[in-house]
Structure formats: structure tokens, C-alpha cells
């Protein structure tokens, strides 16, 4: 029962941070992408990096997500230090993750694809819930997972992620080469989500979209995060933005 | 005719081992990326495993069916832990030339303290003697092995195919830092599945050493051959990999008998033609 209550706990972020992260510093072999990451979420929010391309954005969720091999600097997750953690210890705090390249697996179908992840604590949605949030997949559970067209695969990516009852969602990219129906259902998704309880933390390049999703916004640039406002501040930051991000 | 049906039942025997030993090729090559040139070498070591049971603690062949495969496999892992595991993510040629030097090193321990000759070891006394089928004389223990092998290959295809253990290793194959960023332990089970392959290789290996007898050399002389036959079948398929075996061991059956001089090759010139025209094998996924 307790599960079922936060499940429909309403939206407002309860002000607890739940991830922190500081001086967040990471390496691809020789090179040194992110050079002093500093950011945070609450509870129950929906933040977004924003950033151009090559910016750091998604090598800063593959370093909270523990798959990137050389990083320092500090990251806390529900008040655990999870910098020196696996990228399998840190699945198991609770934190799930939705990489841009969508990673559906080939030699499995549908179903196998979505039922992948085990389940890593108590609370995820049950597949009913997530059949009303993606109907699509319904139909096509016996497909090959990379059969399915470009938005299924992005819904099967973040169905597969509702099961584990993991309640801190890192979405990268997900709208990237969709129809603009398609990244509406994407909208509608997150904002159930978010009515939920879920934290989620998103990248995107299309700031349209993440304006109609996100609660604070953060801007990285070289690998550093150089501003950060809220969605209500967000009409006063436009000129900023609009240099940002060079649109 | 007679002699037919006896060359097709070789065929046959020696297809159980090709399928046997492909198919754990097929799949350390999945989870690892190595071509594991020391099968041969745990394939022997399993027929040793079964003999010393035997012949120092007077434990039956049915127990050594059992015991064998989670000796060397428990070895096998060993060696993953100690060695295999810092080739990650390198060229195939370091894995290649590290396992051939231990099938060399293994072989050599082996060949110093009991020479290049055959032990013997008996088939048990359940499955002596033969059948009249009519059309030929079916020894009991060469129908076992054929039979056996078979059931051990569909019970790993199936394991690999159809349960979630298997959804994992064949998700891993593909992309395993998406599926530790799932929270599985990837490393374990890159561990475990090393066990399995060498474990089936010792398998093979008791199941040989009544027919084949017990010899330092045993496994060197087949895996030859068996990589011939991974080459065709092609490294991404399990299914590809069973039945190339047992395919390639039956037409060598048919080759020693309608042309004896080219039953030493004919693998090897499938091996060349399947190369020429589909370099990734019958049944492989392109790389």
C-alpha cells in the first residue's frame, strides 16, 4: 500500500535533494569532457540540460549512471557517495536509464526487451499500466525489438525502465528523430510520470520540448554547467538562452 | 550397405562432439570475444577428470558425467578470473594466443606425466553391448552419446534462446554496458558463461573417452576440426553451431565412405568454399 500511495503522491517536488552532484570531472580515454559538473535535483522534479552538441550532457548521465571509466568529483545519490560505484551497484540504488542511442536489442523480441531489466526494488509499474502508456507495444510483443519503428523503440526504452521500480529516471535524448506526434505522446508521458512521483532527469536539444516538461533548467558548455533557472524565470532568460544555445 | 550405416554412425559420433564443443565456442566468443583455442586442451582435461575419478576413487562414469564438466568448469573459470578478463575490449589475437598457450601448457603437463599413448576406459556395464536394428548393429553406447549430446545441445539452445537467464546473455552479447547499467552483474555472468562452454567441452570429453580412449592429445587433434566447423556454422549462432556439428560430422561419414581418401578434408574444403561465398558462415550474423 505504501508503494500505491507514492505511486499518486501529486506532483510538487518535496525540496529533498536526490541526486547532488560536484566538480564532476570525466575522461573518454585521453580526453577530458566534463571539467566541474556541479547541479542537483529534488524530489519528484523534472530537470533538463540543456547545451549544444558536445557539450557534456550526455557523458554527464553516463557518469552518473557509473558507465563512463575514469571520473571524479563527487555525485550523491539519496545520501550515498556513488562516484567509485558500478555502473550495476548504482542500477540497484534505484536509478534507471534511458540511453539516446535507445539500446533495443536485436536478438531479443519485444517482450524479452521490456522484461530485461530486472526489477530492483518494490513499486515499478505493472505491465498493464504500462500497456495504457504505450499501446503500441502491446501489439508487437513478439516482434524483433529492433523491427519496430523509431517511436515504439524510444516507448519500448522507457517502458522497459517503468518496471524496476527504479524512481529516478535519466531520459537522454528522447525525442531525437521522432514526428512531432510521437514526441507529444513522449510530453504526455513524462507529465504522468512526473503526476507519479517520478524524478527525472532529461537531456535535450529540443528546447520546445523540454520547456512543456521541465521544472529547472541547467546550461552546460564545455563540460561545465554556466547557469541554471527555473521553468518560471524562463520567458526572462530567453535572450540568454537563445546565445546559449545558438538558436 | 552395412558399411554405410556404420560410417554414417561415426559420422554421427564424431558430429555429437563437433556440436558439443562449437556450441560452447559459440557461445565464449558471444560473451567474450575470445576465440577459446584451449577447448581442445578442457576437453581432454574432462576425459582426464572422468579417468582419475575412475581409477582413484572408483567413481562411476555416471558421476563423472556430473562432476567432470563442473570440475574443468570451475578451472575454466579460474582461468577467466586470473587471466581471460584483462583482454576485454582488445584485439581477438591477444584472447587467441593466450588460450593457445594454455592448451599448450595443459597439454604438456598432461603429455609429461602419462606419455602420448591411450589410457582405456571402459564403457559401463549399463551401456555394453549392441542392438540388431535390423539394417545394421547399433552399439548401445555410440546411440547414447549421439542421443545424449543431442539433449544436452537443445537443453542449451533452449536455455539460451527461451528463459530470461538466457535474455541476459544474448542482451550482454550485444551490448553489455547497457545491461550492467541495468543492474546485472555482468562480469559474473561473463564468468559463469565461460564455465559453461568448457563445461560442455568436458562433457564431450567423458563422453569420448570410452570410444576415443584417454590421451593428452585427444582434444589438440579434434579442435582443429572443430574450428573448421565453427567457421562454417558461423560464431553468432547456437542453433547454426548444433547443427553444422552434427552436419559436418555426418558428411565426413559419408565422404570415408564413397571417397576414403578425402574424408581428412572434406571440412576443411567446405571450410573454403563457405568462406569464398559467405565469409560470415551459413548461419553467422554479419560482425
Request: hydrophobic fraction near 50%; charge should be positive; proline fraction near 4%.
Amino acid at each position: 500500500m505504501a508503494e500505491a500511495k507514492l505511486a499518486e503522491k501529486p506532483v510538487a517536488a518535496t525540496g529533498a535533494e536526490v541526486l547532488t552532484v560536484k566538480d564532476l570531472q570525466a575522461w573518454y580515454g585521453e580526453s577530458h569532457i566534463l571539467h566541474g559538473i556541479n547541479f542537483n535535483v529534488k524530489a519528484g522534479e523534472v530537470v533538463t540540460l540543456l547545451g549544444r552538441n558536445g557539450a557534456g550532457k550526455t557523458t554527464t548521465l553516463k557518469s552518473i549512471m557509473g558507465v563512463i571509466g575514469k571520473r571524479s568529483g563527487s555525485i550523491r545519490f539519496d545520501n550515498k557517495e556513488i562516484i567509485r560505484s558500478t555502473s550495476d551497484k548504482i542500477a540497484r540504488l534505484g536509478i534507471a536509464f534511458c540511453p539516446e542511442e535507445r539500446g533495443i536489442f536485436s536478438s531479443l523480441d519485444v517482450r524479452e526487451n521490456l522484461l530485461l531489466p530486472p526489477v530492483v526494488r518494490p513499486g515499478g509499474l505493472p505491465l498493464d499500466q504500462i500497456f495504457t502508456l504505450f499501446p503500441n507495444l502491446k501489439e508487437r510483443l513478439t516482434s524483433q525489438g529492433t523491427k519496430l519503428s523509431g517511436g515504439e523503440q524510444q516507448m519500448l526504452a522507457i517502458a522497459r525502465i517503468l518496471r524496476t521500480g527504479a524512481r529516478f529516471l535519466m531520459l537522454d535524448e528522447p525525442t531525437e528523430g521522432l514526428a512531432p506526434v510521437i514526441i507529444q505522446q513522449i510530453g504526455h508521458t513524462i507529465a504522468r510520470l512526473k503526476s507519479q512521483g517520478f524524478t527525472i532527469l532529461l537531456v535535450e536539444q529540443n528546447f520546445r520540448f523540454a520547456s512543456t516538461v521541465a521544472d529547472r533548467y541547467y546550461i552546460v558548455e564545455h563540460g561545465k554547467v554556466i547557469d541554471g533557472f527555473a521553468n518560471s524565470e524562463l520567458s526572462a532568460n530567453m535572450d540568454k538562452l537563445h546565445t546559449y544555445l545558438g538558436v | 550397405m552395412q558399411a554405410l550405416y556404420a560410417q554414417l554412425l561415426v559420422g554421427l559420433i564424431n558430429g555429437s562432439f563437433y556440436a558439443l564443443l562449437s556450441l560452447g565456442l559459440a557461445v565464449i566468443f558471444g560473451m567474450l570475444n575470445i576465440i577459446n583455442f584451449a577447448h581442445g586442451a578442457l576437453y581432454m582435461m574432462g576425459a582426464f577428470v572422468a579417468y582419475f575419478l575412475l581409477n582413484l576413487g572408483g567413481i562411476n562414469y555416471w558421476w563423472a558425467l556430473i562432476i567432470a564438466p563442473v570440475v574443468v568448469g570451475v578451472f575454466g573459470m579460474i582461468l577467466e578470473r586470473t587471466m581471460l578478463q584483462w583482454l576485454a575490449g582488445l584485439d581477438h589475437l591477444y584472447g587467441l594466443l593466450l588460450t593457445f598457450g594454455i592448451a599448450l601448457i595443459v597439454q604438456g603437463v598432461f603429455q609429461n606425466y602419462f606419455g602420448s599413448s591411450g589410457l582405456p576406459y571402459s564403457i559401463p556395464d549399463q551401456l555394453k553391448g549392441g542392438v540388431n536394428l535390423g539394417f545394421m548393429f547399433l552399439p548401445i553406447y555410440r546411440g547414447w552419446v549421439v542421443i545424449f549430446s543431442l539433449v544436452v545441445c537443445l537443453a542449451t539452445w533452449f536455455l539460451i534462446e527461451k528463459t530470461q537467464l538466457g535474455a541476459y546473455l544474448r542482451a550482454a552479447t550485444e551490448n553489455p554496458t547497457l545491461v550492467r547499467a541495468f543492474g546485472i552483474n555482468v562480469p559474473r555472468m561473463i564468468t559463469l558463461t565461460y564455465g559453461l562452454g568448457v563445461g560442455l567441452a568436458a562433457l564431450a570429453g567423458v563422453l569420448s573417452a570410452p570410444i576415443n580412449q584417454v590421451r593428452p592429445l585427444m582434444g589438440a587433434d579434434l579442435i582443429i576440426v572443430v574450428f573448421a566447423v565453427v567457421v562454417i556454422g558461423g560464431m553468432g549462432s547456437i542453433m547454426g553451431s548444433i547443427i553444422t556439428g552434427f552436419a559436418l560430422g555426418v558428411i565426413e561419414g559419408l565422404t570415408k565412405y564413397f571417397y576414403p581418401e578425402a574424408s581428412n578434408t572434406v571440412v576443411f574444403v567446405l571450410m573454403v568454399v563457405v568462406l569464398l561465398v559467405k565469409p560470415t558462415g551459413l548461419t553467422g550474423r554479419a560482425a
